[in-house]
């Protein structure tokens, strides 16, 4: 349910959203956009990442699509400095992007660890550190990294994607505590099992399936898009100022029991 008054709560704030050509990043960029937020997409998916892009601008918003592999130091630096350049600063970044892998570690390529701890962490690190640049000069900011609850507790059988999870909560609670003088908060979520393109690669895209696995949360469904979406604008928000270094699960219970 909507909240009467909470429409435009991001009226004329520019927000970086990564990963936002699919999955959680593309429903809470959407949801940043129809809250008035002018919201910048960076992904490695030109074609999906313009399509949402698309979608937004015929809808009236303002956004931009800015190709990034956020594994390079470079093209991260060039995305925050695109928001900036589109829409003038960034008010908010979303750390959303992200990959599983599911080898197990006494089989894992050298290549394959790095990759996910490159994607899954590296990347938050660099765009973190450049969307600060302009934080700290405007003394405000926000943070939300997208971590999971194998942040929390260990997922059986992907161990190294556990492992960058692990990473991306402490880099969420020093962010929070190093950046809290400049006015910039910073916090993360925690889903479980959420029905996005990534888990139809892992679980598989059979019902029968899915629904077994619903069952690991007490709430007894898989979480959606717009479920994780609708807490990372919770933590955007001016109604969490007092909520910094804190991991919000959006878990259905699961890490509860
Ligand atoms: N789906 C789940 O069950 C679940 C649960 C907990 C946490 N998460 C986390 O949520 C986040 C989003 O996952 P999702 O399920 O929406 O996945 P998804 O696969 O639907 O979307 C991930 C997006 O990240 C982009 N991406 C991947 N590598 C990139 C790179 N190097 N540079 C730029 N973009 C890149 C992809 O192109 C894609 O658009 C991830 O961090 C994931 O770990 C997902």
């Known amino acids: 349910m909507r909240v009467k008054g909470d429409e435009f709560m991001f009226e004329g704030s520019v927000v970086v959203v990564t990963g936002a050509a699919s999955g959680i990043g593309k429903q809470t960029a959407i949801e940043f956009a129809r809250q008035g937020a002018k919201v910048v997409v960076g992904d490695i998916d030109e074609e999906g990442g313009t399509a949402v892009v698309a979608g937004l601008t015929s809808k009236g918003h303002d956004a931009a699509f800015v190709r990034t592999d956020l594994t390079s130091e470079a093209e991260c630096e060039n995305l925050m400095a695109a928001a900036a350049g589109n829409f003038g600063r960034v008010d908010v970044l979303v750390n959303n992007a992200g990959i599983e892998i599911s080898t197990p570690l006494h089989e894992m390529p050298v290549a394959e660890w790095d990759k996910l701890l490159d994607t899954n962490l590296k990347s938050m690190f660099l765009c973190s550190k450049y969307a600060l640049h302009q934080m700290i000069e405007a003394k405000s900011g926000v943070i939300v990294n997208v971590c999971s609850v194998s942040g929390l507790v260990a997922w059986p059988g992907i161990a190294a994607y556990n492992t960058t999870k692990g990473g991306v909560m402490m880099l969420t609670k020093s962010l929070a505590a190093d950046y ?78």
């Open 180 to 257: 809290a003088k400049y006015n910039i908060r910073a916090n993360c979520v925690c889903p479980s099992i959420i029905d996005t393109p990534m888990t139809d690669t892992s679980v598989g895209n059979d019902a029968a399936v899915k629904e077994q696995k619903a069952k690991l949360n007490p709430i007894g469904r898989l979480g959606t898009p717009e479920d994780v979406a609708n807490a990372i604008l919770f933590l955007a928000s001016d109604k969490s100022s007092f909520v910094t270094g804190a991991a919000l699960t959006v878990d259905g219970g699961y890490t509860a029991i």
